[in-house]
């Protein structure tokens, strides 16, 4: 993912290159929290706008593609109900279902993009708490949420999303939904790239071995899991949780807006996005 949107995090990290190597939970962690607190100015400066970070109320944008969560209500009804964001960045999302009237939290494991949420509510509009931590140990009781959704937020940067899946079973009550949105896995193939290399298939489906970038002393500076569409199914039964749909987003058409790998023309091909629809069972 190496390009100048990312020289500033690059450079205070000392990042010098990238490749693949297994990585724990520990060190996924540290590099998470790192990276997204060093590239916290430079993400909003890029994406902020299109994911509505300054607006007054915020906005639930759901992937690159522009899908809407007004317009999808793969939610449902959140007014009067109990729901977590995990990932939540700087928490637009969290600020746009506080005011459809849920009692919304937002949770990240980086303090510089929840810092910029901070700056955001201190403008005014709807407030939400924002707690530091990380996916795979949500600091929640039982029970404790109706709805938990995330938009691109943790689950692809996590070493066990099997055990992220266990946790968000564990703070939903009976009934309760699950939906989170990642980069699509057959994206996993192709070269991080937006143009006409990126059309070619290059990496194995199958190998789930993490991207990694690391500083000069081999520490993890960067880090991005892989994991298959059936590799997600298998988590979220394992998990006790049941699958009600998997969105693949299509390209909308006038849309000529990048963001990083994803573009106009891969997007025609093929999907940049899979989101995860679930329930747990009454």
């Known amino acids: 993912m190496s390009d100048d949107r990312h020289a500033h995090a690059q450079s205070v990290l000392g990042t010098t290159r990238a490749g693949r190597a297994r990585l724990g939970t520990r060190d996924s962690e540290r590099a998470s929290r790192t990276w997204w607190d060093a590239d916290a100015a430079d993400y909003h400066r890029t994406h902020g706008e299109f994911l509505g970070v300054d607006s007054a109320e915020g906005e639930f944008v759901w992937c690159p593609e522009g899908l809407h969560e007004d317009d999808v209500h793969l939610l ?34 980086s303090m510089g993009m929840l810092s910029r949420g901070q700056v955001a509510m201190d403008r005014g509009g709807p407030r939400v708490p924002l707690v530091q931590a990380g996916a795979e140990d949500l600091p929640f009781a039982d029970e404790s949420f109706d709805i938990v959704c995330s938009a691109f937020g943790a689950v692809p940067f996590v070493a066990d999303s099997a055990q992220v899946m266990r946790e968000v079973a564990r703070v939903l009550r009976p009934g309760g939904v699950w939906v989170f949105a990642v980069n699509h896995p057959i994206r996993w193939i192709f070269p991080d790239d937006p143009g006409e290399r990126g059309l070619t298939a290059m990496l194995p489906y199958f190998d789930r071995t993490p991207y990694v970038e690391v500083d000069e002393d081999g520490v993890p500076t960067y880090v991005e899991h892989h994991r298959t569409i059936g590799d997600r199914v298998r988590e979220l039964v394992a998990a006790g949780l049941e699958i009600r749909d998997i969105v693949e987003p299509e390209w909308p058409e006038g849309l000529d807006r990048e963001w990083g790998q994803w573009s106009p023309l891969r997007g025609e091909l093929f999907p940049g996005t899979a989101i995860f629809c679930s329930r747990k069972p009454d």
């Open 76 to 109: 449902g009804d959140v007014s009067g109900r109990d729901v977590l964001e995990v990932g939540c960045g700087s928490a637009p999302c969290a600020r746009w279902l506080a005011g459809r009237g849920a009692r919304a939290v937002g949770l990240d494991i």
